[in-house]
């Protein structure tokens, strides 16, 4: 099964300081997306990348930078966090070459507990 | 611009009913339907995904799929207390890259 992990897992971090949030993939997935969850709500796209050294802004990118070094490393950067930011963020990467019998299903790490004072 | 939405917000069943859980979504251009389901403090898992329209069982869950409807839902039988969690659909179109959209999810709690 897909392996995602994600560092730290949980941070406390202080108004207009910088955050980044890492994550690692081993399955040789192409995509991997940064998502935000809301106490007991939906996924939001934050970005996502399709291939390395390429981002690509999602639903709410306002206030976030992310980067992707290599096909296994995705890192979301909030350069001046803010209260607003405060929330669960789940990393995924999935295999969307066509003719896969999963196809865009995506796998999830465990999450990132940000709390922003 | 795809929209997803589900319903109920939230439920409460006792233990051994049926779950219903629905999902719409606005493009019907739309292939991939997904059902994850999240429980609380862990990672969203995928469930069950199907790709034409009709119905998929897999165990107690099964997927029902009305394209022209633009409506699929989920549905657990006999439902345990380890099926307490958040569920999440998600919808997805071939080409493009992002892949799942994701509805805001519905809450069900089992009691026991």
Known sequence: ?117 | QQNVQQSPESLIVPEGARTSLNCTFSDSASQYFWWYRQHSGKAPKALMSIFSNGEKEEGRFTIHLNKASLHFSLHIRDSQPSDSALYLCAVSMRQGGRALIFGTGTTVSVSP
């Open chain 1, 1 to 117: 099964e897909a392996a995602v992990t994600q560092s730290p897992r949980s941070k406390v971090a202080v108004t207009g300081g910088k955050v980044t949030l890492s994550c690692h993939q081993t399955n040789n997935h192409d995509y991997m997306y940064w998502y935000r969850q809301d106490t007991g709500h939906g996924l939001r796209l934050i970005h996502y990348s399709y291939v390395a050294d390429s981002t690509e802004k999602g639903d709410i990118p306002d206030g976030y930078k992310a980067s992707r070094p290599s096909q296994e490393n995705f890192s979301l950067i909030l350069e001046l966090a803010s209260l607003s930011q405060t929330a669960v963020y789940f990393c995924a990467s999935s295999d969307m070459r066509t003719g896969k019998s999963n196809y865009a299903e995506q796998f999830f790490g465990p999450g990132t507990r940000l709390t922003v004072l």
